[in-house]
């Protein structure tokens, strides 16, 4: 069984397209994020929700929306996509809000913008 | 601005002989955990050592966290193939912070 799928594995669009990645996690936890991992493989937290509540918001652009219709799923919603969004990007879960437990990790999208 | 900071950024070394990745951070943490990235793959956690512990076990993996000196290191022993992978320490400062910083790894070569 997979613990944090994220769909799809790979995804190439052009500029300015809108596009979504879905996450989903099977383990009953209550807290999901989503980072960014560039080419350099740094990787940044975008957001965090804990029961379906924003917790975290760092600097990310207002394209990037992320939406949890339950506490199994954080889809990530991108507007108007640029260049410089071609990244993999990360989904996420752990239990206890937030409070730095094991993170469990989705296998990456692999977003390319043309 | 970036808490973990992985030392080196490249490591090669051959099968059987021990690696040993450090990590240093700038603020005081909560807990520091050390994850493992496959090529293509997600993050794998592998150990979380508290601020109050300073040496961790598991398997082949030793983790030992100096506070004082703001840092932790990750040492495999008797190395594989298999632990060849990028390396991430990750961060959560103390004083409510929500917010887990990984560094940029470090590259691990295990050649058979």
């Known amino acids: 069984d997979t613990a944090v799928s994220q769909t799809p594995k790979y995804l190439v669009t052009q500029m300015g397209n809108d596009k979504s990645i879905k996450c989903e996690q099977n383990?009953?936890?209550?807290?999901m994020y989503w980072y960014k991992q560039d080419s350099k493989k740094f990787l940044k937290i975008m957001f965090s929700?804990?029961?379906?509540?924003?917790?975290i918001n760092e600097t990310v652009p207002n394209r990037f929306s992320p939406k949890s219709p339950d506490k199994a799923h954080l889809n990530l919603h991108i507007n108007s996509l640029e260049l410089g969004d071609s990244a993999v990007y990360f989904c996420a879960s752990s239990y206890g809000g937030g409070l730095g437990e094991t993170q469990y990790f989705g296998p990456g999208t692999r977003l390319l913008v043309l | 601005s970036q808490q973990g900071e992985e030392d080196p950024q490249a490591l090669s070394i051959q099968e059987g002989e021990n690696a040993t990745m450090n990590c240093s951070y700038k603020t005081s943490i909560n807990n520091l955990q050390w994850y493992r990235q496959n090529s293509g793959r997600g993050l794998v956690h592998l150990i979380l050592i508290r601020s109050n512990e300073r040496e961790k076990h598991s398997g082949r993996l030793r983790v030992t966290l100096d506070t004082s000196k703001k840092s932790s290191s990750l040492l495999i022993t008797a190395s594989r193939a298999a632990d060849t992978a990028s390396y991430f320490c990750a961060t959560l400062a103390s004083g409510g912070s929500y917010i887990p910083t990984f560094g940029r790894g470090t590259s691990l070569i295990v050649h058979p």
């Open positions: 929700y804990n029961n379906k509540e924003l917790i």
């Open positions: 383990l009953g936890h209550d807290t």
